[in-house]
């Protein structure tokens, strides 16, 4: 395990790790047929023995390894997600457990990118002016596809029932979810549903390992804003790992400095250490 020096201003450690495999030994059973432990170190029994080398008594046949195909099947995935990550090394740990928290929640990585995704997230920087204006961007694509979505969706409503139904001052669900989280989230709050009404929540850094949680309160039908500062608590879910050389462990969140140039300390909170145990449980959980 190699660790690579990084500026104070990132907040992560980077962690290369060099993959080792090891083939196990010759293991054996704890007990036999009878469920008495074994004792001394008698020859193993191969899956044709039918009898036992000592005492002579017969061995009852070891049920066979179930194959691929009498494997039950996985559950089908709650549905697919995209994350689309801008900015410091700090959104790449957010991302990471992100994914792990919907991972662990049932829901499943779109293969096919944002188009592929029922829930789409943008995990955004507010460091810079262009840096916002590609978040708006890319969201732009994704609120026009969600307002097709929704047409057709009221469309078909409206040929089964009678036209009234269109009077309906609230259009129904569509099955995408627009997520724009990260500092941008942080930095405008509410108003991000003002200039992009199809948004469906809008959280800030602090709320990543909470996101499995929030989409929960949109299928309610809410439009949720989640951007206070609260204390963060240790990840229940394992990030998932954008790489399988290197890893971004957090040593702490947010700032307590109040340079004039830095946006840190406003879109992130206060300084939040971990404990020095939890960072090194992470780091050893790496391999």
Same mark, same amino acid.
């Given at each position: 395990m190699k660790r690579t020096p990084t500026t104070a201003a990132s907040k992560v450690i980077r962690i290369e790790v060099k993959a080792e495999f090891e083939t196990g030994g010759d293991?054996?059973?704890?007990?036999?047929?009878?469920?008495?432990?074994?004792?001394?170190?008698g020859k193993k029994n191969s899956t044709s023995t039918s009898t036992n080398e000592k005492t002579g008594t017969p061995l009852a046949r070891r049920a066979p390894l179930p194959s691929a195909s009498s494997a039950s099947p996985l559950p089908p995935p709650k549905?697919?997600?995209?994350?689309?990550?801008?900015?410091?090394?700090?959104?790449?740990a957010d991302s990471e457990r992100m994914a792990g928290a919907l991972e662990a929640a049932?829901?499943?990585?779109?293969?096919?990118?944002?188009?592929g995704a029922s829930v789409?997230?943008?995990?955004?920087?507010?460091?810079?002016?262009?840096?916002?204006?590609?978040?708006?961007?890319?969201?732009?694509?994704?609120a026009k596809r969600k307002r097709a979505?929704?047409?057709?969706?009221?469309?078909?409503?409206?040929?089964?029932?009678?036209?009234?139904?269109?009077?309906s001052s609230r259009p129904p669900p569509s099955d995408l979810k627009l997520v724009l989280a990260g500092c941008v989230g942080s930095q405008e709050? $509410?108003? !991000? =549903?003002? /200039? +992009?009404?199809?948004?469906?929540? %809008?959280?800030?850094?602090?709320?990543?390992?909470?996101? $499995?949680? !929030? =989409?929960? /309160? +949109?299928?309610?039908?809410?439009? %949720?804003?989640?951007?206070d500062a609260v204390e963060i608590e240790e990840d229940v879910a394992l990030p998932r790992r954008g790489s399988r050389l290197t890893a971004w462990v957090n040593a702490s969140f947010g700032c307590n400095e109040a340079c004039t140039y830095c946006v840190v300390p406003r879109t992130r909170g206060a300084e939040q250490s971990r404990?020095?145990?939890?960072?090194r449980r992470e780091m050893l959980s790496l391999g």
């Open positions: 293991t054996t059973d704890d007990a036999d047929d009878g469920g008495s432990p074994r004792t001394g170190k549905g697919f997600y995209h994350i689309h990550t801008f900015g410091c090394q700090m959104n790449v049932g829901w499943a990585q779109s293969a096919s990118g944002a188009d789409v997230i943008y995990n955004t920087c507010s460091i810079r002016d262009k840096a916002e204006q590609k978040v708006y961007s890319a969201l732009g694509k994704q979505a929704m047409s057709r969706e009221r469309a078909g409503v409206a040929s089964k029932n009678d036209a009234s139904v269109l009077s709050g $509410a108003a !991000l =549903l003002r /200039r +992009v009404p199809e948004l469906d929540l %809008v959280m800030g850094p602090h709320h990543a390992n909470r996101i $499995a949680e !929030l =989409l929960e /309160r +949109v299928d309610l039908g809410q439009q %949720v804003v989640a951007v404990k020095p145990g939890d960072i």
